[in-house]
């Protein structure tokens, strides 16, 4: 899969509700910043919402970055306990419920509305291996694009 940040529907599928567009042509990032590079499509009838203030580039680094990246992302659980004991069924999955965010979240990642990076992917194996279990294994797997926070920027 290619990354085309010129492709409207791409971006606009990485845009959140609340998203944040950035502005600030002057910034050393902007060339390579998703928030600065989605602003060419924001809708035209959006005249007022959330911005990145160029003050949030200090020091060359911004907290607000962005890297459109292509990454392998995961989502299903039901193979992912597969191997695992009765007995640390119950802890194992709300340890792994309260890494992801609680609840809702979980389920949203099981059924694929959400999808978990491959840095929550590596969080779950390590709370697995923790607990004595290394097949770790996610229902699906895909390439796809994502938001990675970069704080090198």
């Known amino acids: 899969m290619e990354l085309n ?38 809708p035209e009838a959006v005249e007022c919402g959330m911005a990145v203030y160029p003050g949030a580039c200090r020091e060359g680094k911004c907290r607000h970055y962005l890297q459109a990246r292509i990454a392998n992302m995961a989502w299903g659980f039901s193979m992912l306990y597969k191997d695992v004991k009765a007995s640390d069924l119950k802890s194992l999955r709300e340890l792994t419920k309260e890494l992801l965010g609680g609840k809702t979240s979980y389920y949203r990642y099981h059924r694929g509305e959400k999808k978990l990076t491959p840095e929550q992917q590596d969080s779950v194996r390590r709370l697995f291996t923790k607990h004595g279990y290394n097949n770790v294994v996610f229902d699906f797997t895909a390439e796809e694009a994502n938001l990675r926070n970069s704080q090198e920027a």
Do not use: G, M
């Open 5 to 42: 940040l010129n492709d409207r529907s791409l971006v606009e599928s990485l845009i959140t509700p609340n998203w944040a567009y950035c502005f600030n042509k002057e910034c050393e990032h902007a060339d390579s910043c998703f928030r600065f590079l989605s602003a060419k499509f924001k």
